[in-house]
Nanobody
Framework: QVQLVVSGGGLVQPGGSPRLSCVAS??????????MGWYRQAAIDKPREMVA????????NYADSVKGRFAISRDNAKSTVYLQMNSLKPEDTAVYYC?????????WGKGSLVTVSS
């Protein structure tokens, strides 16, 4: 059974720099084959949006709203992907989800709420 377990969310002050981690287990094929991504959903009636993704060989892609502030990285030996978030703003408040994609395989973890507030 595939599991993507996210940790590192919570209440953060504006300007803060938390890091999210997502550990994958039970996935078919090698972890390094998967493109790993972070998505977020600000409210139940808002669409889930891509925040950052990273290919197996380490090539990142970012949403314009987080470029220069967030950094995605991965440790294939640990089957883990990270999202370093810097200079957080209240508009970054959302439930953050971890995603793993390979071909037609598409897995999602449970979300982790990040609230940016003073």
């Amino acid at each position: 059974q595939v599991q993507l377990v996210v940790s590192g969310g919570g209440l953060v002050q504006p300007g803060g720099s938390p890091r999210l981690s997502c550990v994958a287990s039970g996935i078919t094929f090698s972890f390094k084959l998967y493109t790993m991504g972070w998505y977020r959903q600000a409210a139940i009636d808002k669409p889930r949006e891509m925040v950052a993704e990273i290919t197996g060989d380490g090539s990142p892609n970012y949403a314009d709203s987080v470029k220069g502030r967030f950094a995605i990285s991965r440790d294939n030996a640990k089957s883990t992907v990270y999202l370093q978030m810097n200079s957080l703003k209240p508009e970054d408040t959302a439930v953050y989800y971890c995603n793993a994609k390979y071909g037609r395989l598409d897995y999602w973890g449970k979300g982790s709420l990040v609230t940016v507030s003073s």
